[in-house]
DNA sequence: TAGATTGTTAATCGATTAACAATC
DNA sequence: TAGATTGTTAATCGATTAACAATC
């Protein structure tokens, strides 16, 4: 009965196949075959019809997929539906730009409470959100679960946050302090966003484009 | 003499090793083997010596690696010391922070202006980047290289900027819009940071722990 | 020199792609 | 029914790990 494991690669994928599926249905496309799929999202069809099959048997033979029903799949599979819970860590600028802007209800979780330590946002209320001071963060947990805290604290306080947080029993961590943090993955769940590491990526496939051009350029020189 | 293309894989783990020899470096530690790295990191020492070797001989047999020196052989391959020119699209709360608080100049990137079409903000500067009207983008291009852009405009006229910048030459974009372009890679390299995409992902590991945790007290209560 | 650790070749493992019978 | 396309098994490809000679 228990699925096997679903590799991370695959899991990648999946909210790729649900920005295309909004995509389609707000085209109005109702059904597409994996071939087609796999033309417009540079994948093989072997591969689209592998991962799905990972989770259940959503297409039909001679039809494809319909195009609703298969989005309402992977949004289930990420767990969309479920309202997960969350507070905010830091209220600095990447804080901030969250909670004005992010819409975590889209994606099925939603921002109940923020944190900080400065005492000028502290019992303000952005977009909503009262902005608590942090050492009142342990009353959250007595009254709500929290599913979620996205950790956007500076660096140098970064991992005693996310300590505390594992402490009271947050049981994932949206880390936006370009930090590693030394919380063991069997105690909570951590996902990176890493601004530099992204960067930096991006520095080197630009400096092998740089270098190339510069080559060719200088072999049509001679 | 043309070195073997490197993988993605081993391209996205060199952020992470730079900033792990920068807490060493930090830390006062002047050597690393391997097999030290390795465990700190998670990773196999194999791993890391495959690694290192795509790009030449950075160790010595008996002794290790010189953590200073390999963090600067890493910082070369990742073009840090390239200086690469940025300017920025659309300043809203994402731009407006990354303006403010992202430190380009650490990664070896320099930002030189920032766009956007709203007159309340073009002709400000905001941390002595001066804000421009997007229609005098073509400028930019006329006086300075532009190697690359971050692309944090709406939503809906993402793909119309990227076509934009694309045509006046951009290398690359730091694509922070959550809409896959549809620009070739061929023209220019794009580097994503899809929110969204992480946030869902974490959502499917979570909904697989809190599954976990119910069946194991499921069966416990029986 | 002896011990440690690299760089690299070979073996294993896992992910992607191809092929095809099942079936709508 | 015939054509299309799935779900799945088998083949291939690539990435990780293991092993070890080279050498500091």
Redesign the interface.
Known sequence: MKQAKVSNNV??R???Y???LDELKAAGVDRISSGELGRQMGLTSSQIRQDFSCFGEFGQQGYGYNVTGLRAEIAS????N?D?SVILVGV???G??MI???C?E????HLIAAYDVRPEVVGTDISGIRIHDISELHHVFETSKV??AVLSVPKHIANQVARDLVDHGV??I?NFTNV?LNVSENEV?V?????????????????E??DAEANAAAKNAK
């Open positions: 899991i990648r999946l909210p790729r649900l920005r295309k599979i990420l767990g969309m479920r997960f600095g600028n990447i901030r730009a004005e802007n992010f975590f889209q994606y099925g979780f599913d979620m049981k994932a949206w590693e769940i996902e990176n966003i890493h601004f530099s590491d992204s960067l930096l990526a991006l520095g080197y496939y630009l400096s484009r740089i």
